[in-house]
T-cell receptor, first 114, second 108 residues
Framework: EAGVAQSPRYKIIEKRQSVAFWCNPI?????LYWYQQILGQGPKLLIQ????????DSQLPKDRFSAERLKGVDSTLKIQPAKLEDSAVYLC????????????FGPGTRLTVT | QKEVEQNSGPLSVPEGAIASLNCTYS??????FFWYRQYSGKSPELIMF????GDKEDGRFTAQLNKASQYVSLLIRDSQPSDSATYLC????????FGAGTRLTVKP
C-alpha cells in the first residue's frame, strides 16, 4: 500500500513570496490533515478535511494560509505571503473516515523562508 | 488554552533498561491520548493510543493513563539503541494537540 505522498520535499523562498505544497493521501482515506511542525516543537494542526469539506481550521492563519481539497482526494496548502516564522516542516497526514486515532503521516515538506 | 507538556530531555538510558516518558495535559475534556515516535528528520509514527484509565500494553511498550491527575506516560521495556528518537505525546479534546516531545537516547 502506497503511503502519503508530499511534494516538494524542500523549498526555500524569500519572505513575502508565495508557496504551495501538495499532498496525496493513502487511497481510500477520507480524512486529510495538514500540520505545521516548527523545529523543536510538536506538530500543530492547521486544517482537517473530511472528503472535500473542512472539519477544523481553527488554527489556520487565514490571512495568509489557504488550503483546498476540491475532489476529496489530493490537497494543496498555500502560503501567501510567507513570513520568516513560517519556516517549518509541513506534514500531511491521512486516515480512514473518523479514524483520527490512526493517522499516517507523509514525509513532510521542509520550508525555509529567508 | 489546551496545553500538552512534556519534559524535553534529553533522557538517556542504558540498553536493556526501562525508559519512562511523561506527559501532562490541561484540558479535562480530553478523550484520547497518543504516543508517537519521531526519528530525526522523519515524520511521526504512531506507537499506541489509550482511552481509559489504567495501563495498556503492546509488546515492549506500556501506556499509562490517569485522568484524575491529567497524566499519561509511556514505558519502554528492554530499551534498544533503535528506540533512540523523540517521543511525542498527543491529546485529543476536539482537535489533536501535540507536546513538544522528549528526546530519548539509548546507549549501547
Amino acid at each position: 500500500e502506497a503511503g502519503v505522498a508530499q511534494s516538494p520535499r524542500y523549498k526555500i523562498i524569500e519572505k513575502r513570496q508565495s508557496v504551495a505544497f501538495w499532498c496525496n493521501p493513502i487511497s481510500g482515506h477520507a480524512t486529510l490533515y495538514w500540520y505545521q511542525q516548527i523545529l523543536g516543537q510538536g506538530p500543530k494542526l492547521l486544517i482537517q478535511f473530511q472528503n472535500n469539506g473542512v472539519v477544523d481550521d481553527s488554527q489556520l492563519p487565514k490571512d495568509r494560509f489557504s488550503a483546498e481539497r476540491l475532489k476529496g482526494v489530493d490537497s494543496t496548502l498555500k502560503i501567501q505571503p510567507a513570513k520568516l516564522e513560517d519556516s517549518a516542516v509541513y506534514l500531511c497526514a491521512s486516515s480512514l473516515a473518523g479514524a483520527y486515532y490512526e493517522q499516517y503521516f507523509g514525509p513532510g515538506t521542509r520550508l525555509t523562508v529567508t | 488554552q489546551k496545553e500538552v507538556e512534556q519534559n524535553s530531555g534529553p533522557l538517556s538510558v542504558p540498553e536493556g533498561a526501562i525508559a519512562s516518558l511523561n506527559c501532562t495535559y490541561s484540558d479535562r475534556g480530553s478523550q484520547s491520548f497518543f504516543w508517537y515516535r519521531q526519528y530525526s528528520g522523519k515524520s511521526p509514527e504512531l506507537i499506541m493510543f489509550i482511552y481509559s484509565n489504567g495501563d495498556k500494553e503492546d509488546g515492549r511498550f506500556t501506556a499509562q493513563l490517569n485522568k484524575a491527575s491529567q497524566y499519561v506516560s509511556l514505558l519502554i521495556r528492554d530499551s534498544q539503541p533503535s528506540d533512540s528518537a523523540t517521543y511525542l505525546c498527543a491529546v485529543k479534546a476536539g482537535d489533536m494537540r501535540f507536546g513538544a516531545g522528549t528526546r530519548l537516547t539509548v546507549k549501547p
